[in-house]
């Protein structure tokens, strides 16, 4: 399997994945934005999104996807929860909650405050952010009496809800996250295997 990966993009989900799971892997690291800076990429994979990932004939793009995929490819593993198990349904919540609801608004404010401001849009990245903290509540709900969001352990779950605060950080506004929030993204970044995803720059 290959992952093209960019720093602290999205790609960051299936890289940790598959770093907790021990999978082997090959990967490739790009500049961002891929599209416009790796040479090739767009014939490779033509919406030039990051991540890429590749395994057999299978080729994904999606992050929270791709982490899925692994976990029910290459398990059993602890970090996944299965069909019939009490936890399942709120699972996949997270796995979807965590780009549809939470990664998103993140990348309108950051394209439109850090990448473009000369479009004139500040303001619609200032209000995107509000959204996000908005659904961010629901994290720190969750955390109430756990410390982690699913089934009482550690999942593929946090993996990608994990970047979404991480992204959050990299725009400086790790310091409007709740206690609860907090805490749960210090014990995440102390992981070994998000250790050496992030080191793979």
Known sequence: MKLWHCADS?????????????LDYELETMSFPPRFLHEGYKELNPIGTVPFFV???VQMTES????????????????????????????LNWLYRSDATLTFPLTVALRFKVMEPELGLQAAGDAYIKWFFARLRSVETALTDSEYLC???F?????????SLHLAQSMDLAEGFKPNTSAY?????????????????
């Open 155 to 163: 999942t593929v779950a946090d993996i990608c809800i994990g970047f």
């Open 55 to 57: 395994d057999g004939d």
């Open 185 to 201: 993204f210090e014990r995440l970044k102390q992981r070994p295997a998000f250790l050496r995803a992030i080191a793979a720059r």
């Open 64 to 91: 929270s996807a791709i982490a899925h995929y692994l976990v029910e490819t290459y398990g059993p593993t602890d970090i996944a929860v299965k069909p019939g198990e009490a936890a399942y349904g709120e699972y």
């Open 151 to 153: 089934g009482d352990k």
């Open 10 to 22: 999205r790609s960051l989900r299936p890289l940790w994945t598959m770093e907790e799971m021990g």
